[in-house]
Each structure stands twice: as structure tokens, then as C-alpha cells.
């Protein structure tokens, strides 16, 4: 079974622009959840999403923003980039079975690198 | 307020002896943590889980631990190979969400 699937790998944009990441999750996940790694703040929850809905959202301003698919495909968007917002994007997916088991296990994606100038 | 420490950033250990990495957590509510191991420009790689109801959880040569009463859980690998070099994260969770609260990593390296 293919894993967690991200594009594009790598990015450059500049101060101002706007960015789409995209995330294909595990054939059968239903919930996907997107983090930011950056050297300084570590690893943080952005959002996650089940069945097309955010469902939880974690301490970033609105410039950043996602959506989910009917086929459980997930993209964020950074709008308005700042040089703070480089970083490693991270999209993980998990089963998510009948009422949400808090034992399923979020498998990640390798990530895109984002890099503002 | 970081839930959730890691407060050794690196560990170096001889290849074949144990490798205990250690992980503190304040949230009572988190009931499921898990470890992930992570090379740079890659995402995190799951290793294992463990549930609040256990306090020991085993899979091949990594046993993880869990101390309720300390909100201690410690990650044990043996023996160490060369291969096992990387970041190593712990996480928790809470049950009914999926966001994952992380520690800052442990860089472990596997010396020959």
C-alpha cells in the first residue's frame, strides 16, 4: 500500500505571495492532519480534517488555511508568506475507524520544504 | 507552556548496548503517546505506541515504557545498531482528537 504522498517536495516563494500545498493520504484514511516543523518551535498541529470538515485547529494565524476532499486529498494554504512561515510541512493521515479510536496511529508524509525570501 | 519534554537533544551510545531515550509529559488528559524516529528532509517514521491502560508496550528491539504517576515514558532499543541513528520524537494525544503534541526530539547517534 503507498504511503502518504506530498507535493510539490520543495518550494520557493517570496515575501507577500500566496502558497498550496497538496496531501494524498493512505488508500482508506479518512482523517488528515497537517504540522510545521521549524528549528526553533519544533514540531506543531496545524489542522486536522475528517469527511471534508475541520475538526481541529491549532495556534497559527488565519493566513493559514486548508480544505479536504471528498476522496480525503488535503491541501493547505498560506496566503500573504511571511519569512517566518519557512519551514517543513507535514501531512499525516490515519484510519480513523467508526467513532474515532483514539488509538489510530498518524503515519506521516516526507514533508514539503518551504522556503521564503 | 510545552506539554510535552524531551530534554536530552542527543544521546550517544555503542553499537549493540541499549539505547534509552526519555520523554516527561504535564497534560493528565493525554492517553496515548507514541514515538516517531525522523532523518532530516524526511517525515517522521512511526516506531510505537503505547496506550494509557498498559505500562509496557514491546515490538522486536524497541520496548516502550509508560509511568503513569511520574508522566514519565521511556523508549529502550536493544540492542543499538547504526541504522537506529536519527531524531527520535515523542508524542501525545488525547483521546477523541488526533492532534499530536510533540517534544523538541533526541539526536540519537549509534557509534561504531
Known amino acids: 500500500k503507498a504511503g502518504v504522498t506530498q507535493t510539490p517536495r520543495y518550494l520557493i516563494k517570496t515575501r507577500g505571495q500566496q502558497v498550496t500545498l497538496s496531501c494524498s493520504p493512505i488508500s482508506g484514511h479518512r482523517s488528515v492532519s497537517w504540522y510545521q516543523q521549524t528549528p526553533g518551535q519544533g514540531l506543531q498541529f496545524l489542522f486536522e480534517y475528517f469527511s471534508e470538515t475541520q475538526r481541529n485547529k491549532g495556534n497559527f494565524p488565519g493566513r493559514f488555511s486548508g480544505r479536504q476532499f471528498s476522496n480525503s486529498r488535503s491541501e493547505m494554504n498560506v496566503s500573504t508568506l511571511e519569512l517566518g512561515d519557512s519551514a517543513l510541512y507535514l501531512c499525516a493521515s490515519s484510519l480513523l475507524s467508526s467513532g474515532g479510536a483514539s488509538t489510530d496511529t498518524q503515519y506521516f508524509g516526507p514533508g514539503t520544504r518551504l522556503t521564503v525570501l | 507552556d510545552q506539554q510535552v519534554k524531551q530534554n536530552s537533544p542527543s544521546l550517544s551510545v555503542q553499537e549493540g548496548r541499549i539505547s534509552i531515550l526519555n520523554c516527561d509529559y504535564t497534560n493528565s488528559m493525554f492517553d496515548y503517546f507514541l514515538w516517531y524516529k525522523k532523518y532530516p528532509a524526511e517525515g517522521p517514521t512511526f516506531l510505537i505506541s503505547?496506550?494509557?491502560?498498559?505500562d509496557k508496550n514491546e515490538d522486536g528491539r524497541f520496548t516502550v515504557f509508560l509511568n503513569k504517576s511520574a508522566k514519565h515514558l521511556s523508549l529502550h532499543i536493544v540492542p543499538s545498531q547504526p541504522g537506529d541513528s536519527a531524531v527520535y520524537f515523542c508524542a501525545a494525544k488525547r483521546s477523541g482528537a488526533q492532534k499530536l503534541v510533540f517534544g523538541q526530539g533526541t539526536r540519537l547517534t549509534i557509534n561504531p
Open positions: 503505547i496506550s494509557s491502560i498498559k
